[in-house]
């Protein structure tokens, strides 16, 4: 069992930035991929980005340009870096990890709010 923790949430104005965080409690050896989704009030949960095993990395539409998703293997942790934030980002943030048995692991969740 994969935990995760997350931090890094909060509130900021419109072309404002924020930084998430997840750090997973299993070694980076047993997860092939890390990444985040968002639930969006009255939305269904999307994909946000991940970072596979082979560092390729796979962004949504919405977001490129101006997020960005790292991790660091020795820490086991994968990083967002969210610039030009926009109302639409409004959402709660999810940490995921996808291992390398086929298990897909979330973290708690954390609200990220854009609003001026």
């Known amino acids: 069992q994969v935990q995760l923790v997350e931090s890094g949430g909060g509130s900021v104005q419109p072309g404002g930035s924020l930084r998430l965080s997840c750090a997973a409690s299993e070694s980076s050896s047993s997860i092939r991929t890390m990444g985040w989704h968002r639930r969006a009030p009255g939305k269904p949960r999307e994909l946000v980005a991940l970072v596979t095993s082979d560092g390729d990395l796979r962004y949504a539409g919405p977001v490129k340009g101006r997020f960005t998703i790292s991790r660091d293997i020795a820490k086991n942790t994968v990083d967002l870096q969210m610039t030009s934030l926009k109302p639409e980002d409004t959402a709660v943030y999810y940490c995921?990890?996808?291992?390398?048995?086929?298990?897909?692991?979330w973290g708690q969740g954390t609200q990220v709010t854009v609003s001026s």
């Open positions: 995921y990890v996808l291992s390398s048995t086929g298990f897909i692991y």
